[in-house]
Nanobody
Framework: QVQLVESGGGLVQPGGSPRLSCAAS????????MGWYRQAPGKQRELVAV???????NYLDSVKGRFTISRDGAKNTVLLQMNSLKPEDTAVYYC???????????WGQGTQVTVSS
């Protein structure tokens, strides 16, 4: 079974630039699509960013220009660099991995990001 473990969340001030990381088990890490979802209370779950197995990336419109997703295959780690954080970025962020082309098959436990003064 694939195991995804997120880290890097916490309390950050508006305008801050934390970096989330997701460590994945297994040697198949860079074979599949990966990404980040986020869930805030009372809000629709959002797909924040995706990095495809070939290296291409996609972003939620509201985070374009502020967030960057990347992959370090040697370390089996996917990163989400978040810049210029806003209170509306507050959410639990989940690392995800998709085995098939149209499904997110594995989810991490989530890490809370709270943007507040």
């Amino acid at each position: 079974q694939v195991q995804l473990v997120e880290s890097g969340g916490g309390l950050v001030q508006p305008g801050g630039s934390p970096r989330l990381s997701c460590a994945a088990s297994g040697s198949i890490f860079n074979t599949y699509d990966m990404g980040w979802y986020r869930q805030a209370p009372g809000k629709q779950r959002e797909l924040v960013a995706v990095i495809r197995s070939g290296g291409s990336t996609n972003y939620l419109d509201s985070v374009k220009g502020r967030f960057t997703i990347s992959r370090d295959g040697a370390k089996n780690t996917v990163l989400l660099q978040m810049n210029s954080l806003k209170p509306e970025d507050t959410a639990v962020y989940y690392c995800i991995l998709g085995v098939s082309d149209s499904a997110w098959d594995y989810w991490g436990q989530g890490t809370q990001v709270t943007v507040s003064s």
